[in-house]
């Protein structure tokens, strides 16, 4: 269904091709996760087959890119829109409707379909993704992972062949997540659709994989195989390929079940219990640490909607917190109200004395940071060296202290490059890297994990770790919480209803715990590093 013939890809202006000699096959009926550190070339190779790359984007393809038999270097992305549809990473940027049910018709009305098959379509893909309460909402007013729901469902509605997506998790909570997949799944077992994926949270999807592409980077060759021996080999692999490695195991599973299972053989959850008292919390609450963020009864409401009810928020100095949920919830409309650049219908927010809504907001940048889940909204000049430059000016540091942190957050990003050229995991370094330049006490990130490769995430942790400052991340991404949070607060429906320490309250919820806690429970483990540290032991 998809052929990748010896292709070649590069960017006008760019030194070397973003991807070389790319030979591969995807036969109808399968899906295929592209996989890859960020920038390795995966929204190329998605963009390629359906004909963006060269058409929209420019730049030289070599080779041949067939789909279903079509060559995209032949055929314009309108030529293919009845075989091939695509989701990318910013759903938002590719609506053109203005509510759902529009939205969804959208792809069936520009191919001619008649009106009672895009009603018959409509209704059914609101009821596969859970659609059908938000069917009258404008798409403004949904959350992230709601509008990333609709984007696949506008995809689908036209009956593609072939369905192509571009982190299509990122975005989700871990039910929804799932709920999204097990709908792929059921295309591709039931219907014989062909799915190419790229996507960085890996231990969502790689299960429901059939074949695996690693691109490596650098010019080396592209590896296609069966998920787990090319994931072994990955410098991106989930956390059951990890403990794999770390455990010795010579079978490399790639779903909870199966990793369970070679535990079992091999004796590692045998050898675990015995050293039971060496499985402490990496990230144990640290006691009694002195207030630096006070919210009290925090409102937030959208003309009739209470996004945000009466929420009371203690933040201690130096604290990690997590602020977790289901899509819709509340989150981020909390840190906005809380940073005091979002609406507060009612309550207080105090920050060393001070109110951010009262500040000016550069005044209100040094007081409390905050990243957003679309970080590129915050950029704006022509080269990445120009948003460095004016981090360094706007917050009074030596010149170079911006790049030096996006250097340790995603090092190798061209100072020439535009912004809007990057891929979404480099702009959300560049824009973690300007906010923290300011070095705000407080630093509020809203899903700062989505388009990070694992090393990211780690590196990201790691500085996350190393800031004088309190931190609260809203985010879906759980293995990020287990790495890097002391304290997990759990919203639904505007309200709290879980805070507490992070190995208590996530490994309580089948929903937010780790894979390893689901491998080993109910012993006490999250990471796979606690994993390998008891083991040595």
């Avoid at 899509?327 to 207080?348: D, E, H, I, M, Y």
């Avoid at 535009?418 to 300011?438: N, Y």
Wanted: hydrophobic share 40%; with cysteine.
């Amino acid at each position: 269904m998809i052929t990748f013939d010896n292709v070649s890809i590069t960017y006008a202006g760019a030194s070397e091709p973003t991807v070389s000699n790319l030979d591969f096959t995807v036969p109808e009926g399968e899906l295929c996760l592209v996989v890859g550190r960020t920038g390795a070339g995966k929204s190329t190779v998605l963009r390629a087959v359906n004909g963006l790359v060269p058409h929209f984007t420019g730049g030289t393809l070599t080779g041949r890119v067939l789909v279903d038999g079509r060559d995209t270097a032949q055929f314009p992305p309108r030529e293919l829109a009845d075989v091939v549809g695509m989701v990318g990473q910013d759903p938002l940027a590719g609506f053109v409707a203005d509510n759902v049910e529009e939205e969804l018709a959208y792809s069936m009305e520009s191919i001619g379909l008649p009106n009672a098959v895009m009603r018959k379509r409509v209704e059914e893909t609101l009821d596969l993704l859970g659609l059908a309460e938000l069917r009258d909402r404008p798409l403004a007013t949904l959350s992230g992972g709601q509008q990333q729901r609709v984007a696949i469902g506008a995809a689908l509605t036209a009956h593609p062949r072939v369905l192509v997506l571009d982190e299509p998790t990122s975005a989700l909570d871990p039910g929804a997540a799932e709920e999204v997949l097990a709908a792929l799944q059921r295309l591709v077992h039931d219907l014989g659709m062909t799915v190419l994926i790229a996507e960085h949270r890996l231990e969502r999807v790689v299960q429901y994989a059939d074949r695996v592409l690693w691109l490596p980077g650098g010019g080396e060759p592209a590896i296609v195989g069966e998920p787990g021996p090319v994931l072994a080999g990955s410098p991106v692999a989930p956390p059951v390929v990890r403990l794999a490695t770390v455990a010795g195991w010579d079978t490399v599973p790639v779903s909870i079940r199966d990793a369970r299972r070679v535990s079992a053989v091999r004796g590692t959850h045998t050898a675990l219990n015995a050293v039971r008292g060496t499985l402490t919390a990496s990230n144990a609450a640290r006691g009694t640490l002195t207030s630096l963020l006070d919210a009290s009864g925090v409102e937030v409401k959208y003309g009739k909607t209470r996004a945000v009810r009466g929420v009371d928020l203690r933040i201690g100095d130096g604290e990690r917190v997590a602020l977790m949920g289901r899509n819709g919830s509340g989150k981020s409309s909390l840190l906005w109200a809380v940073q005091g650049s979002g609406p507060r219908s009612g309550g207080t927010v105090d920050v060393r004395g001070q109110d951010p809504k009262t500040m000016k907001p550069a005044q209100r940048r040094e007081l409390v940071g905050l990243v957003p889940q679309t970080p590129g909204d915050l950029l704006y000049l022509e080269t990445v060296a120009a948003e460095c430059a004016q981090a360094d000016r706007e917050s009074g540091m030596p010149s170079g202290s911006c790049r030096k942190i996006l250097d340790d957050l995603v090092p190798g990003i061209d100072p020439q490059e535009h912004p809007k050229d990057l891929s979404e995991g480099q702009r959300l370094g560049l824009v973690l890297a300007i906010t923290l330049t300011a070095v705000p006490p407080v630093l509020l990130l809203d899903e700062p994990t989505r388009g990070l490769d694992y090393p990211g995430k780690a590196r990201l942790a790691a500085t996350l770790k190393d800031l004088d400052a309190a931190v609260v991340l809203s985010t879906h991404d759980v293995e990020f919480v287990a790495e890097f949070a002391d304290r997990v607060i759990v919203m639904a429906e505007g309200e709290v209803v879980a805070d507490g320490p992070a190995a208590e309250v996530i490994t309580s919820s089948p929903v937010f715990a780790p894979q390893m806690a689901k491998v080993f429970a109910p012993l006490p483990v999250l990471t796979v590093d606690q994993v390998a540290g008891a083991l040595s032991a």
